[in-house]
């Protein structure tokens, strides 16, 4: 009489166990044989699938807003919560890192010198002076309400640079804490997303042209494709002047990045000096080389070789890629946590946001 449990055809009085040992070691071997981050990576695929469907049947939603979102649901939901802590942990953290310099790389095509240099020298001080208060202020600002980590930096660069995409980059430089990068993350896209809402609705009581509206667009809000939503409601000429105006800003990401590089080395040589590792301190490269290869992109662009098709397809890749990183750092977001802090980074958010929209639109005036 053959064992309950055996699988039929096995011989009569063979135990379930035995049976069942050979298929467990092929489970092991094929666990072994795939990389520890390749479940997080699927994952992340499958969340910028899922994005790419919300933007599809919502216009209006951005694929990286849409994908950051998709990820803090995911580290929520108790199907997907214990996937996302563990096995999918490794891959995730790697997509919000390496993908995103990937991304960045990618965002350097994008932007042409010449195209800068047309919308002339005014305009180019007047993105300059704006980034540096937005920075500058919001550092301070966050820094005196006694954010942890380096919420106060992440948060500052994300608002004057160009969102989540610039927290990815300063991040991997100060070797931010990933709770603190997605915090940051978080509330960027919450208030680069309610922008694509209100700005619209403020162009006629502040009395903006199209193209004034385009320009405080391009100045003021977050990500490039949530300056894309928001300034389309205006027109094409709206949509062109704010592109150019937040790909502007977009370039200050490299400077930015190599100043808290140089921070970086300093500190650490300083320390160095107080102890006996002198030879043990890291010291980041002064161009970090996702940098480098984004003001390679950007001369490459500028050169005019690269064809039409490869700029289309270079621009799918960016998006792709950045929305993956944004999945993987949206579920990082433990919700719960932010209880401590809640408050204190939504007062720092919307500080900022009023500096920055403030700032740009005297701006904005002052050079048209």
């Known amino acids: 009489m053959a064992v309950t449990g055996a699988p039929a055809g096995a011989p009569a009085g063979t135990p379930a166990a035995t049976i069942a040992a050979p298929r467990q070691r092929i489970r092991q071997r094929l666990r072994q044989r795939i990389p520890a981050t390749a479940y997080g990576l699927g994952l992340a695929a499958c969340g910028v699938a899922a994005a790419w469907l919300v933007h599809r049947a919502v216009p209006a939603v951005p694929l990286l807003t849409a994908a950051v979102v998709l990820g803090i649901g995911a580290a929520h939901l108790p199907g997907a919560r214990g996937l996302v802590r563990g096995r999918c942990r490794a891959g995730l953290s790697l997509a919000g890192k390496r993908l995103m310099r990937l991304g960045i790389v990618l965002l350097g095509l994008k932007l042409s010198l010449n195209d800068v240099l047309g919308l002339g020298w005014a305009t180019v001080a007047m993105v300059f002076c704006v980034v540096?208060?937005?920075f500058g202020g919001t550092w301070w600002l966050g820094r005196?309400?006694?954010?942890?980590g380096d919420q106060p930096l992440l948060i500052a660069t994300g608002y004057s640079i160009c969102g989540a995409s610039a927290i990815g980059a300063v991040s991997e430089v100060s070797e931010s804490d990933e709770r603190d990068v997605a915090t940051s993350v978080a509330l960027v896209t919450l208030c680069g997303t309610l922008a694509i809402a209100v700005l619209p609705l403020l162009q006629q009581p502040l009395g903006l042209g199209d193209a004034q509206f385009g320009r405080w667009v391009g100045a003021s809000v977050h990500d490039v494709g949530q300056v894309v939503a928001a300034a389309q409601t205006a027109g094409p000429a709206a949509l062109k002047d704010a592109v150019l105006v937040k790909l502007m800003r977009v370039a200050l990401l490299a400077p930015l990045?190599?100043?808290?590089a140089v921070s970086v080395r300093s500190r650490a040589r300083?320390?160095?000096r107080t102890s006996a590792a002198r030879t043990a301190a890291k010291r980041p490269p002064l161009v970090p080389l996702f940098v480098a290869?984004?003001?390679a992109m950007v001369v490459l662009r500028s050169t005019g070789l690269p064809s039409a098709a490869a700029l289309d397809a270079a621009a799918t890749g960016q998006e792709l890629l950045?929305?993956?990183a944004l999945f993987g750092l949206g579920s990082a977001v433990h919700l719960?946590?932010?209880t401590r802090t809640g408050g204190r980074v939504a007062a720092l958010g919307l500080c900022a946001w009023?500096?920055?929209a403030g700032v740009s639109y005297a701006g904005v005036l002052l050079t048209t």
């Open 293 to 295: 290869g984004f003001l």
């Open 144 to 148: 005196r309400m006694g954010l942890p």
């Open 257 to 260: 990045v190599a100043a808290l």
């Open 322 to 324: 950045l929305a993956a």
């Open 132 to 134: 540096a208060a937005t």
């Open 270 to 272: 300083a320390r160095a």
């Open 354 to 356: 009023g500096v920055i």
């Open 336 to 338: 719960p946590s932010l």
